[in-house]
């Protein structure tokens, strides 16, 4: 199994709604990622998990609320977003690899799931 | 800081070869490539570490030289199913597990 599943595929949500995107991989792998894109962006990073812990916040608003349960999920909760958070939310997941210097995690080639695709009105 | 690709855009006849370059500010510690098509998410292509690697993958290949913290992408003999955008992903040498993709190439290939 080498995927990586993300639902909903869709969602549109009112300002006020709370919601949440939910992301889930069987591959193994420790590093699980929230990535957002704009149409014609890159993606960009949100938040990293390595071995289930939030080694990385890419100084994200509060309204975004990321939670990894177990090394395959991983979960974004979302209140009160704006209308310029609508978004393709893209979750990825890879193998962790040590730097041979150091003691660095770094990273494998990423696997990314299809996205949530979100509208908030 | 986000990597800078050339070109922006690029079309390309069947059979015809391009370059697709990246280039960080920063001292990076690998580069990986990724394609997206259309309403579909970035899928692997290959990853570079630091040592001025060359890698070869099909009719695709792609070189960093880690001195100019540049990597460029070969595409050679172009299929139509090589149409997408491109992103460079980078990895500074002080990062730490965080992948930052670059400003993007979209190729069209056209029979």
């Known amino acids: 199994d080498t995927e990586v599943t993300q639902t909903p595929k869709h969602l549109v949500m009112g300002m006020t709604n709370k919601k949440s995107l939910k992301c889930e991989q069987h591959m193994g792998h420790r590093a699980m990622y929230w990535y957002k894109q704009k149409a014609k962006k890159p993606p960009e990073l949100m938040f990293v998990y390595s071995y289930e812990k939030l080694s990385i916040n890419e100084s994200v608003p509060s309204r975004f609320s990321p939670e990894c349960p177990n090394s395959s999920l991983l979960n974004l909760h979302l209140h009160a977003l704006q209308p310029e958070d609508s978004a393709l939310y893209l979750c990825?997941?890879?193998?962790?690899?040590?730097?041979?210097?150091?003691?660095?995690?770094?990273?494998?080639?990423?696997?990314f799931g299809s996205g949530t695709q979100l509208s908030v009105l | 800081q986000q990597p800078v690709q050339s070109p922006q855009a690029v079309i390309l006849r069947e059979g015809e070869d391009a370059v697709i370059n990246c280039s960080s500010s920063k001292a990076l510690y690998s580069v990986h490539w990724y394609r997206q098509k259309h309403g579909e998410a970035p899928v692997f292509l290959m990853i570079l570490l630091k040592g001025g690697e060359q890698k070869g993958h099909d009719k695709i290949s792609a070189s960093f030289n880690e001195k100019k913290q540049q990597s460029s992408l070969y595409l050679t003999a172009s299929q139509l199913s090589y149409s997408g955008t491109y992103f460079c992903?980078?990895?500074?040498?002080?990062?730490?597990?965080?992948?930052?993709f670059g400003t993007g190439t979209k190729l069209q290939v056209i029979p």
């Open positions: 990825a997941s890879s193998q962790v690899r040590f730097r041979f210097t150091g003691n660095t995690a770094t990273n494998e080639k990423l696997f």
């Open positions: 992903g980078t990895e500074r040498s002080g990062g730490y597990q965080k992948v930052t």
